[in-house]
């Protein structure tokens, strides 16, 4: 079975995913993102980072407390190789 592909999200497809506000712009986004997180995510390898934890706790937006759910269903890169890790998988 072939590997699949890696890829990195931060917590803006996070906090899209979950945005729950009214601005237009933000909910368009929001459907993109959403829809290739139901349809397409299953198809890659998926990281995040604790500073991705940590950034989305941080502050109060609207959606927010749906957020960490879907981040703990993702695999942590380690905090000391993910830079390294996303940089290998960029160039």
Avoid at 41 to 61: K, M, Q
Wanted: glycine share 4%; proline share 3%; hydrophobic share 35%.
């Amino acid at each position: 079975m072939a590997k699949k592909p890696t890829v990195y999200v931060d917590t803006n497809v996070f906090s899209l995913v979950f945005y729950d506000g009214v601005d237009l712009r933000t909910q368009t986004k929001k459907v993109v993102t959403k829809d290739w997180w139901m349809q397409e995510s299953r198809f890659f390898d998926i990281f995040t980072s604790r500073f991705a934890e940590y950034e989305l706790e941080d502050g109060a937006w609207r959606g927010q407390e749906d957020s960490p759910a879907a981040l703990s269903a993702t695999t942590l890169c380690p905090t000391h190789n993910c830079g390294r890790d996303v940089s290998a998988i960029v160039d």
